[in-house]
């Protein structure tokens, strides 16, 4: 392998303002769900102008899982979400006694299509819950119009896709809910966190009833609820990350064009019409031998890649569906997600250019 030094598929960016953020509320003594959380959740709605009310949580995951459940969400219902996402979704379908049903993606951006989705409803199915995939939209124009006129409920999962719009409406303002992930690679991280969109203020109360142990005032629990609550500490690093992500987005769009416009003989991501991509993942397409050109990228060239996903959940044991998804099937053997963090020079791009189109010349 070369003496480069590698360059990261994914980079978290931690400054010092994070840093005395988290001091000022160690100095405080409020470490546990208190302002800064409060303040986060608003200024997460604003920033996003998503027009309506957050809710923070300790992980992505308790926002899917708790989200469902303050929805009604449960046994004997059927949710249908993709395959091709990482198993969290389905996991917090699963996790509330409903059963996730899979359904298939559009190829050129790794969603959920209404037409998949329509072929796989039955008598027991409940709601849809499309993944904004690597950053892009789902196409919720076919999506809601899809759940209107079948009586379907929508909900969203935007784990990857902080900032990403719709035809004008940002990602997280048209389901019943929605997920922002604030895990450490994801666009924006709080540490470990995630943050619920919510349109329905019966749904918001239960979610926030449901975060802390079914209480609203203390020692008072109405419901049986969950420890899923955001420290403060997790907040004072949300607040500073929403301060920059606009900027690292910018980045991670002109990082994105870089690569798109120099790299030859492999499918680049498209941005469909009417959609903001934020890419959380710069993903081509390798058609063959997708994991020794991985491997040749970091052993030659010290380029680090990633592939998301290579296992389609229903494959997975925990699931081991039985499904029809020949585009699932093909970007689990395909796809290649590129480093496009913001965290990258021009010369790093420039390596990355060069050693796709070295390895595609070669044949590799």
């Known amino acids: 392998m070369s003496t480069r030094t590698i360059i990261a598929a994914a980079q978290p960016l931690i400054g010092e303002e994070e840093r005395a953020a988290v001091d000022k509320v160690l100095a405080s003594g409020m470490l546990a769900q208190g302002p800064e959380v409060a303040a986060f959740e608003s200024e997460f709605a604003e920033h996003f102008n998503l027009g309506r009310t957050c809710v923070a949580l300790s992980s992505g995951t308790a926002g899917l899982h708790l989200g469902l459940l303050a929805a009604g969400i449960g046994p004997g219902d059927e949710v249908v979400v993709p ?166 987005t910018s980045q991670r769009q002109h990082n994105a064009q870089h690569l798109s416009e120099r790299i030859e003989g492999v499918a680049v991501p498209r941005v469909v019409d009417g959609a903001v991509h934020v890419f959380h993942q710069y993903t081509i397409r390798v058609p063959e031998d997708r994991d020794g050109f991985a491997q040749a990228l970091l052993d030659e060239h010290g380029v680090a890649t990633g592939a998301f996903y290579r296992v389609p959940t229903h494959r997975l044991p925990a699931f081991a569906a039985t499904a029809d998804l020949p585009e699932t099937m093909r970007a689990a053997d395909e796809v290649l997600s590129l480093p496009v963090h913001p965290g990258l020079s021009e010369a790093d791009l420039d390596h990355v250019v060069h050693a796709v189109n070295n390895l595609v010349g070669a044949g590799a």
């Open 83 to 248: 395959s091709f996402t990482f198993a969290a979704t389905a996991n917090a379908v699963a996790l509330t006694g409903a059963t996730p049903v899979f359904a298939d993606i559009d190829p050129d951006t790794y969603c959920l299509t209404a037409d998949s989705v329509e072929s796989h409803l039955t008598q027991y199915t409940t709601a849809v819950m499309p993944v904004h995939l690597y950053g892009h939209p789902a196409d919720m124009t076919s999506l809601t119009e899809l759940a209107e006129r079948r009586g379907l409920r929508l909900f969203e999962d935007a784990a990857q896709a902080h900032g990403a719009s719709w035809r004008g409406t940002p990602v997280g303002a048209f389901g019943e809910f929605a997920m922002f992930s604030l895990y450490p690679t994801k666009n924006m991280t709080s540490g470990e966190g995630g943050m619920v969109t919510v349109a329905d203020g019966d749904i918001e109360r239960r979610l926030r009833l449901l975060r802390n142990q079914g209480m609203e005032t203390r020692y008072e629990n109405e419901i049986v609820g969950y420890n899923a609550r955001m420290t403060d500490i997790h907040a004072a690093i949300g607040r500073e990350q929403l301060r920059k992500v606009g900027a690292w």
